[in-house]
């Protein structure tokens, strides 16, 4: 299954690779976007969780990567109460 990783610029402009275990990411967030901190979570929440259900359909188990990615960014993000997360860039791939 093909991987991708992003990259965000916190608030703080603290930047932070991410990772995702499939494409669906570039479904949910944009290169060049700016996301206030929760809708950022929720987005990549969502992203993980549609990612983690196709690992799980195509090899019978679930994606413990997304699952720490998912538990990496709910911490970063617990430490802002406002402001922006940029989407810095993307790679994966099917997107080169």
Request: aromatic share 8%.
């Amino acid at each position: 299954m093909p991987e991708m990783s992003f990259v965000v610029r916190w608030p703080d402009g603290r930047e932070q690779s991410c990772y995702s275990p499939s494409l669906v990411m570039h479904d949910y967030l944009t290169p060049g976007q700016e996301y206030p901190v929760a809708e950022f979570v929720q987005r990549t929440s969502e992203a993980l969780t549609v990612a983690s259900d196709r690992v799980l359909a195509k090899f019978g188990m679930r994606c413990t990567s997304a699952a720490q990615q998912m538990e990496e960014i709910h911490g970063v993000s617990a430490s802002y109460q406002a402001g922006a997360v940029r989407i810095l860039s993307m790679s994966g791939a099917e997107l080169l």
